[in-house]
């Protein structure tokens, strides 16, 4: 049995198609569910072992990015989202998923099942929307996405919405549980794009199987969408046609095949 | 609520202040037509009757001007009658050309191109220059918006794929003191016009991956807003048609008074008055146009309706009335879905409220269709019937408020004939500044920061070029993503190799000289584009928009007279047919107290979209690896009128590129295959600021210094003055980078094409040229180089 993967979708969301793909790619049988047949219980979140969450502007991210979705999901999908939790299945918010899964409090996430919000992704310190590749290092953590993902990935961001930041005490529990997953690899702009807390691009909870972050790594499928692939000498042949970021979407598969099915 | 239009008895002062008091921008002669009309069917003209024929006789809607006849004189000679500038000119240069995979032209909302076995592709570009002179943001939002909606209302509906879009502002340092009355800023254009297309592109999930901005004071008062979209469509789904009983169904977004008027407004002139115009302008919401198109596409896939269009200029009054035009149509209008009480049935009917579509669902479907639409969180609402009357019926509360013959209202507006007149102007001409200069280090630099050159990276990083995953050419470049790329490649088929290259030419500065020459010079600038990155002209179709002044004036007519002829001696010469166009005519400022006349410089953008079989064979124009050779392909010619060089010493000139398109074609025709067979390294297009600013471009992009020498440039007329030979603007010239392993095939390869060795990538950051008699002309880095061109 394949691993089935539900990626949600609402009015906005629009990277959705790849996302789509990356699971496809990596081995999951998948199904684009929009939220109204969710919770409608047209479709059910139960019959899935992975939910991804992908970027996109929901609700055109008025008042704040991801905040109406997260809200949705919090009050409408209450039980069904707490089951999926404590049934130890994965999820993934990308971007715009991110944001939500902040705004929703599962993540950094805690004991509780309040899903209280507890960090925030602000404005940019550039003040604008943003699309570039960063380098990124991947640190020691729990995350199930990232097990054998190289030291350092190179990813694209696009997004306006990207400044992790917390209180102290949170950025210092996320240090202590290891919670970090990906960092940007300098602190600078533009490779830090948007001024993040300790450069931090991406976190999971403390089971590392709930994982959100800014960067696209579904953009990365394929060695043709890095943007120096015509760099590599002709002759050179590159041993694989797949990208840095398959690798992410193929850790999440295995897990389910090794331990939920 | 519905008023009576007296003008039965009117005079032809009175239908002329009917005319302009109602903004219906409609000619005497237009008038006149509409009053006998009327006449014979001893009646007025209902308040809703006249606007609907205002709209659908608009230049916007019906583009008069490029379909009357002309009679057009040139240079002093004998009058010659051109019977309509599109059928002369740009359709049969497309019949002529008869690609096969060309799959609807010129019919449908955008045109349409095979891609692969199971796909086709559109493209549509449009311009939204007077909302955008008016209010940028909402302007350019709406613009993108609607071009967006051109491709979901081809054939059954296209996944948007990829945007594209160009501007046109006056000058960034403007004082303020000199801004023409009641209009805004260049700055504030610009900013409120990439915030606009930003904000809507990147909530629509579609990359914006091609564009250009230019800069000239003329565009102060009217810039230009180009916008453009790129569909992918499954095969079976290109065409459309509508039956009798089929229900009118309007889905999206609700009609409010915002955008009445917006077609007949932009066929006329703007004036210092324009600004208090605000309601001609409507409001975007791309959040609501995202959820239509996810509806659509569901609803496509399962065929639940045979028809679709947008709602776009003119609003359900053009879209009801264009699909239903062989048959007939039965709307009523207190159906429609309103964002406030108080319209009248005229707004409803005119207003140009975004976001909307219109679609011809058979009844037996509804149902299905309404389940989608539920699900998406979209309004759909029945309005009325496709009829078999021959007419188009408009009902408000039971009571007819119009019944019109769609015969009249299509085929009733008369045809102009119109006078064009062209005379060669006469400029200072500019000389060598060989004798009076040291070295052009200084020009360069110049050159590369003027403003039409610099880098539009702040602007491109605003946008999402990489969603939908399929991106493999990115407008940015280089070793650190930001150098200049010729065109984007996209793979919209994820998982496939097959790509899709989209470029763009424009050139309004040889307009001064010739707009013959410039339009000339935007097609082999787009098919440059296309063949830099590994395109071919074989696989390139291409778009028109025209943005000219008012063509009821003959000089502004005879400059497009000879853009259009242009536009069909060179397609057909490279073989590339147009597939689909649109003009924007009336683009001038008139000060209301003084009379002054502002016109736009006349500005033809050429876009090209070429299928790439495999994208492995792409190429960009970054330099790859020190001593590789680089070779200028083309002959150069003293052809600066209307150049960048020219241009910052203040002169126009007279002698602006010729176009030899024989020479052209072969050239590229080779240089494609030399890329697709894997000899060619970097490759980028000679244009503004010619082998100078290219060479540099290339070189920083890259990261590496280049040594070069002008002796070997291959010219067409004997030039011994360096400025001439490094800053030309020639038109069919690319610098490629070679490995010195390939130089003999490459050589050979491309033996008969006028080919140059200028010199080598070097390993430092020294970027140097030698003149022709050996002295330095260029001596600096590659570093200070690309801090002149990063200046914004």
């Known amino acids: 049995m394949r691993p089935k993967t539900l990626i949600l979708r609402t009015a906005g969301t629009n990277c959705d198609a790849e996302t789509d793909m990356a699971f496809q790619l990596a081995g999951a049988e998948t199904a684009l569910v929009h939220i109204q047949h969710l919770i409608s219980d047209k479709v059910n979140l139960a019959d899935y072992q992975i939910l991804a969450i992908p970027g996109g502007f929901s609700y055109g991210d008025d008042i704040a990015a991801g905040i109406l979705l997260a809200i949705e999901m919090k009050h409408k999908l209450t039980d069904a989202l707490n089951r999926f939790v404590e049934d130890g299945k994965l999820i993934i918010g990308i971007c715009n998923g991110f944001q939500v899964l902040v705004r929703t409090g599962l993540l950094p996430g805690k004991d509780t099942s309040e899903m209280a919000q507890q960090a925030t992704l602000a404005m940019n310190t550039s003040s604008k929307f943003e699309c570039r590749w960063v380098d990124l290092e991947t640190q020691e953590s729990p995350c199930v996405f990232t097990k054998g993902v190289k030291a350092r990935v190179y990813l694209p961001v696009a997004h306006a919405e990207g400044r992790f930041t917390a209180p102290a005490n949170v950025l210092s529990e996320l240090e202590a549980n290891n919670q970090v997953v990906f960092r940007y690899a300098e602190s600078r702009y533009p490779n830090n794009p948007n001024g993040s807390d300790s450069n931090i691009a991406g976190i999971c909870d403390a089971t590392g199987k709930i994982f959100g972050l800014m960067p696209h790594p579904e953009r990365f499928l394929t060695k043709w969408n890095h943007p120096r692939w015509t760099r590599v000498a002709k002759t050179q042949e590159t041993p694989s046609e797949e990208g840095d970021g398959l690798v992410i979407f193929k850790n999440a598969v295995d897990y389910v095949k090794s331990n939920l099915l | ?792």
């Not at chain 2, 063509?551 to 590339?576: F, H, N, Q, S």
């Open chain 2, 1 to 792: 609520m519905v008023k009576e239009i007296e003008i039965l008895t009117a005079d032809d002062t009175e239908l002329m202040c009917i005319s302009r008091e109602g903004t219906l921008s409609l000619s005497l002669n237009e008038m006149q037509t509409i009053q006998t009309h009327f006449g014979t069917l001893g009646r007025n003209p209902t308040d809703v009757e006249i606007e609907t024929i205002a709209q659908t006789w608009s230049e916007h809607c019906v583009h008069k001007t490029f379909k009357s006849t002309i009679l057009y004189s040139e240079d002093g000679k004998e009058p010659e009658q051109i019977d309509g500038l599109f059928p002369s000119f740009i359709q049969r240069a497309t019949e002529e050309i008869a690609k096969p995979w060309c799959v609807s032209v010129f019919s449908d909302n955008a045109g349409i191109i095979e891609f692969d076995e199971q796909f086709n592709l559109v493209f549509k570009v449009e311009t939204h220059n007077h909302p955008s002179a008016i209010e940028p943001y909402g302007g350019a939002g709406t613009g993108i918006g609607g071009v967006i909606r051109d491709a979901l209302g081809t054939g059954l509906g296209a996944k948007p794929i990829l945007n594209t879009d160009v501007f046109c502002f006056g000058l960034p340092d403007t004082p303020y003191a000199q801004l023409p009355k009641g209009t805004l800023h260049p700055k504030r254009v610009f900013k409120g016009v990439v915030a606009g297309v930003r904000d809507y592109g990147n909530r629509m999930g579609i990359p914006t991956a091609n564009g250009a901005i230019l800069f000239d004071a003329r565009y102060t008062a009217n810039p230009l807003v180009f916008c453009g979209n790129v569909g992918l469509i499954p095969r079976n789904r290109c065409e459309k048609s509508v039956e009798p009983g089929d229900l009118v169904v309007a889905i999206g977004g609700q009609t409010g008074r915002d955008g009445i008027h917006g077609a007949t407004f932009s066929s006329a002139e703007l004036d210092d008055t324009s600004e208090s115009l605000g309601s001609v302008v409507q409001i975007g919401n791309p959040i609501m146009e995202k959820k239509i198109v996810d509806a659509l596409l569901q609803a496509r896939d399962r065929n639940l309706y045979r028809s679709i269009t947008d709602c776009g200029a003119g609003g359900f009054s053009s879209a009801v009335g264009e699909m239903g035009e062989d048959i007939g149509a039965e709307v009523h209008l207190e159906r429609v879905s309103l964002k406030y009480e108080g319209l009248a049935p005229w707004e409803i009917w005119l207003s140009e409220a975004q976001e909307r579509m219109v679609i011809a669902v058979p009844p037996e479907n509804l149902d299905e269709l309404m389940e989608i639409c539920e699900a998406e969180v979209v309004e759909a609402t029945v309005l009325g019937t496709f009829t078999d009357t021959r007419r188009l019926q408009v009902f408000y509360e039971g009571t007819v408020v119009a019944d019109l013959e769609m015969e009249f209202l299509h085929h009733g507006l008369p045809m102009p004939v119109k006078e064009a007149v062209w005379e060669p102007p006469k400029h200072p001409d500019m000389a060598s500044r060989d004798e009076e200069t040291v070295n052009y280090t200084n020009d360069l630099e110049r050159l590369l920061a003027s403003p039409n050159i610099a880098s539009k990276e702040s602007v491109i990083r605003q946008y999402d070029h990489g969603v939908q995953g399929g991106m493999v050419i990115n407008p940015l470049v280089g070793v650190e993503n930001d150098g200049p790329s010729d065109a984007c490649v996209t793979t919209p088929v994820l998982g496939s190799r097959t790509g899709v290259i989209v470029a763009n030419g424009i050139n309004p500065k040889y307009s001064d000289v010739d707009p013959y020459l410039s339009a000339a010079a935007a097609i082999d600038e787009a098919l440059r584009n296309i063949v830099a990155v590994g395109g071919t002209l074989e696989k390139t179709a291409l778009l028109d928009n025209f943005c000219w002044g008012n063509p009821d004036k003959p000089d502004r007519l005879g400059e497009l007279v000879r853009a259009a002829r242009a536009c069909y001696d060179i397609a057909t010469a490279y073989g590339t047919p147009f597939i689909s166009g649109k003009d924007s005519l009336y683009n001038e400022y008139r000060d209301t107290t003084t009379g002054e006349q502002r016109a736009i410089p006349s500005t033809l953008l050429i876009s090209a979209i070429c299928v790439m079989p495999d994208i492995q064979n792409a190429v960009t124009m970054d330099v790859k690896m020190p001593g590789n050779l680089i070779y200028v392909v083309g002959n150069t010619y003293a052809e600066l009128g209307g150049s960048h060089y020219f241009n910052i010493h203040g002169f126009v000139g007279n002698t602006a590129p010729a176009i030899r398109p024989s020479e052209g074609k072969l050239t590229m025709e080779r240089l494609s295959t030399a890329i697709n067979s894997g000899l060619v390294r970097s490759c980028h297009d000679c244009s503004e600021g010619g082998i100078g600013v290219a060479a540099a471009e290339m070189a920083f992009s890259g990261g590496y210094g280049m040594s070069l020498r002008l002796d070997d440039i291959p010219t067409g007329e004997e030039i011994d003055a360096d400025d001439f030979l490094l800053f030309s603007e020639s038109n069919s010239r690319f610098l490629v980078e070679i490995e010195p392993q390939h130089q003999h095939a490459y050589e050979s390869h491309m033996a008969g094409i006028p080919l140059g060795c200028l010199g080598t990538v070097s390993d430092t950051s020294e970027f140097v040229i030698k003149g022709k008699t050996g002295r330095l002309i260029i001596e600096t880095s590659i570093d200070i180089l690309k801090s002149a061109w990063q200046v914004f």
